[in-house]
């Protein structure tokens, strides 16, 4: 039994990586061919709610809090270990997988390409790109993914142009049996119990309020429609949004003279589960249902609706509308052509492939601007068009709806349902030999060695400086896409000192050294001068390790048959350079803190006859200054 190992969004969740992943991975589960292990991005290892998946399922993010804790100090660090990052290694040893599925954006997916295991494994990176130019890590990492596969057709032709002619596109998957359209009598005693008019015309959108869902665009369109053409029924725009997060919708209303009544949004009970579909007054309210007070909320992705309630949310709809800037695939304008739904599509992004002929979209003319840093290429959807086109479904004869309507719903059979894409993903595992690898290989040839003592230059551009701390200090390339480039340009925004960044990249190479390349002190020391070796320990600064050959003399003097090793920061190392009573210069790391451990205990013998650690009492724990009243002898400690 092949073993497979998707690390993605939980199936739990109510996101759109989320559900393509239950709806696959139930597919696949019901082959009975495969073992499953699903690591889920965001949750913790040993989440109880996991277990509830009928395949096994792990989270992204380690369970002991002082771990956690360490890892949020660094926001870009956090971010990479909740898409994966930080257990990845772990899991890919303790669960052998014969697949690797990263089925994720690029930026959360881009860790396990340079893996050891990656190609030594079948790995696939089945990830969304949604804007032009391309994403240039999505290029430069593209001739290292056998199998790179993408959610849609614009981001793959963009890639097989430049000459990446293995990359292709395999859509997001979704469970055509859980969308529909409802028969007309079903339909009206929805909007009844809703306390909508049957004859209402509904412009619905169904959307994660995020900033690329053009949502004021939307609602200038309508109220243009509306002033233009003054239809002669009830209207109404439904968004199935959260709107805690976001755009703030009411006050764009305001502005664009949309009344806030004709604005209906999906309230769902956290009690009983049901859900209503009514004008927003606030989370939180009262829930006729079950009559729990405060009990319901607008839907998100944290608490939402189940399927077959966002079919029936659909199937309140008319037409449906999906002006965005951008996007990986934007399931929810699949999600409407099942329930047989003309649907409104910028045309770009995704969305040409939404557009294209034996669809039975409209496309939505749009203007292009480019996102701030990244200079992406977005869409600002057309309001005129949005309003044409609103009109036109509009005046469209309900027999061509249905037409228009059912050719939709077979197009998103074909290209997008789970039948479809897991019989896809069925063929590929089946006809795939499996590679033999040794997962219990160790050695730090997998990692690269990081430079904490790198001198950093005094760079003007904040910019350069960042890229800098990331190529010297921690041994790889970052680019301005990344979100930890992006995190530290915002604390630089903020008058964050750079001393402070800086000061965190050289320990967080510290301790990507500590761990994978341990010093071995043996390696620094003399063959020939075992039993007569002293060390001096003054990591820093360098006013302390210079106030300190002071004592060398007296050492010597004392111990005149023995050579002392200094223990020091390698930005030190100079200081010391030529004199006379030092035999050598040794890198400093934490081993040199335990006294006992450099001068033998136990079964351990240690490395040094003595080993003097004033630091510990200078540098560590201050218990040198007994109120000035110390009487030092100046003229042992004279180096003259």
């Not at 019901?30 to 009928?54: F, H, W």
């Not at 806030?260 to 004008?279: A, F, M, P, R, W």
């Not at 003309?342 to 601007?369: H, N, R």
């Not at 290989?441 to 690269?448: F, I, L, N, P, Q």
Request: glycine share 6%; aromatic share 12%.
């Amino acid at each position: 039994m092949k073993k497979l190992l998707f690390q993605t969004d939980s199936s739990l969740a109510k996101t759109g990586f989320g559900r393509n992943a239950k709806a696959l991975l139930s597919y696949l589960y019901r082959t009975k061919k495969y073992e499953i292990v699903q690591y889920c991005c965001g949750t913790d290892y040993s989440n109880p709610i996991l277990k509830t998946t009928p395949w096994k399922s792990i989270g992204t993010l380690p369970d002991d809090p002082a771990e956690r804790h360490r890892i949020g100090q660094d926001p870009g660090q956090a971010r990479l270990a909740s898409y994966g990052a930080h257990l990845i290694d772990k899991v890919i040893k303790e669960e052998k997988p014969d697949f690797y599925f990263g089925v994720q954006d690029i930026w959360g997916t881009e860790f396990a390409v340079g893996k050891p295991w990656f190609d030594k494994i079948n790995s696939v990176i089945w990830t969304t790109l949604d804007s032009l130019p391309i994403l240039p890590t999505a290029i430069t990492n593209a001739p290292k993914i056998k199998n790179y596969w993408i959610w849609s057709s614009f981001a793959t032709k963009a890639l097989n142009a430049m000459g990446h002619d293995h990359v292709k596109t395999v859509h997001g998957c979704i469970d055509a049996n859980n969308f529909f359209r409802l028969e007309d009598e079903e339909r009206s005693k929805l909007r009844e119990k809703n306390n909508i008019e049957k004859d209402a015309f509904i412009v619905g959108f169904v959307f994660r309020n995020q900033l690329r869902k053009s949502v004021p665009n939307l609602l200038e369109g309508y109220a243009k429609w509306k002033a233009e053409n003054k239809p002669n029924k009830k209207t109404y725009l439904l968004f199935h949004t959260y709107w805690r997060e976001g755009w703030g919708i009411h006050k764009l209303a305001e502005e664009y003279g949309v009344d806030k009544s004709e604005i209906l949004t999906t309230h769902v009970c956290k009690k009983c589960g049901d859900y209503e579909v009514k004008k927003y007054d606030g989370e939180d309210q009262d829930c006729p249902r079950c009559s729990t007070a405060k009990s319901q909320v607008t839907t998100n992705v944290g608490f939402g609706v189940r399927e077959d309630q966002l079919n029936e949310v659909y199937n309140f709809m008319d037409v449906y509308c999906h002006p965005f800037t951008s996007g990986g695939q934007e399931i929810p304008i699949q999600e409407a052509k099942l329930t047989e739904l003309i649907t409104l599509v910028t045309d770009y992004s995704c969305g040409e492939e939404s557009c294209e002929e034996g669809s039975a979209s409209i496309p939505l003319e749009w203007s292009e601007y480019r996102e701030h840093q990244t200079e992406f290429k977005k869409a600002s959807t057309s309001p005129d068009s949005i309003a044409q086109n609103i009109n036109k479904v509009y005046e469209m004869p309900p027999q061509d709806r249905g037409e228009q309507g059912k050719i939709a719903r077979q197009w998103v059979v074909d290209k997008f349902s789970v039948e479809a894409v897991g019989k896809f993903f069925e063929d590929f595992i089946d006809n795939t030999e499996v590679q033999k690898y040794d997962f219990d290989e160790e050695g730090s040839a997998k990692h690269k060695k990081n430079n904490p003592d790198a001198l950093v230059p005094n760079i003007e551009s904040n910019s350069d400086w960042v890229l800098t701390l990331y190529r010297d200090i921690l041994a790889t390339d970052n680019h301005t896409n990344d979100e930890g480039y992006k995190t530290w340009m915002t604390s630089l925004e903020n008058k964050v000192p750079r001393k402070q960044i800086e000061d965190y990249f050289r320990k967080v190479a510290r301790e990507h050294n500590q761990k994978h390349f341990p010093v071995k002190i043996e390696d620094f020391l003399d063959k020939d001068d075992k039993g007569k070796r002293i060390v001096y320990v003054i990591p820093e600064s360098p006013v302390d390790v210079f106030l300190s050959t002071a004592l060398f003399k007296s050492i010597k003097k004392k111990y005149p048959n023995y050579n002392l090793y200094v223990a020091t920061k390698a930005e030190n190392f100079h200081i010391l350079d030529g004199n006379e009573h030092v035999h050598k210069t040794i890198p400093y790391s934490p081993q040199f803190d335990n006294t006992l451990y450099l001068e033998g205990i136990g079964d351990h013998e240690g490395y040094f006859e003595i080993a003097f650690t004033p630091h510990l009492t200078t540098q560590r724990a201050n218990n040198y200054i007994h109120n000035e009243k110390d009487n030092v002898n100046k003229e042992v400690l004279c180096t003259s």
